[in-house]
């Protein structure tokens, strides 16, 4: 401690400091109070109810979290909710039409046995619905795919009917 230097007190700050986050998900505009810290994530989950998009790793790895925020495929828990501001944020509940109607890479999904315990199935199915509505040139070839399919991680299947299923919805999207 230096010599004859006043000392001021911190200024007295929030525990928990709050904002105001104002989003579009799945179509719906709206503004929701909440802690500076919250994980886009946890807002879907537990501020909204959206219980499809899953948390695995928390780091960003797994790939179970993924959403699209503005079109591109995103990590909800690498993201915090104050950063989705102003943004469109859509999530697998959006997927399926309203009627319940599956979406053709859903029913690929289905199809070809793309799942098995499910839990990361809607971060895939985000990811690459993101690639097919991203305008890039859909590549078939299994390099391609796989490429596509990097970024998310399965422990049960595989990959062999994701692949498969890639291929089929890219079909059925005549996607090529």
Do not use: W
Request: net charge negative.
């Amino acid at each position: 401690m230096s010599r004859g230097k006043i000392r001021r007190p911190l200024p007295e700050v929030s525990a928990d400091p709050r904002i105001a986050v104002s989003l579009t998900v799945n179509g719906e505009a709206l503004t929701r109070e909440v802690s500076v810290r919250t994980l886009l994530s946890d807002f879907l989950r537990h501020e909204l109810g959206l219980t499809g998009t899953h948390v695995g790793c928390e780091h960003g790895v797994c790939g179970a979290c993924t959403v699209m925020i503005d079109g591109v495929a995103a990590r909800s828990c690498l993201t915090l909710a104050m950063q989705a501001s102003g943004c469109r944020v859509r999530t697998i509940e959006s997927v399926a039409a309203e009627d319940g109607t599956l979406h053709p890479l859903q029913e690929a999904f289905r199809d070809c046995h793309a799942l098995q315990c499910g839990y990361c199935t809607p971060g895939f199915i985000m990811n690459i619905l993101s690639h097919f509505e991203s305008g890039e040139p859909v590549d078939l070839s299994e390099e391609g795919i796989r490429d596509v399919l990097s970024g998310n991680l399965c422990r049960c299947t595989g990959y062999q009917g994701i692949v498969a299923a890639y291929r089929q919805a890219a079909a059925r999207l005549a996607l090529r």
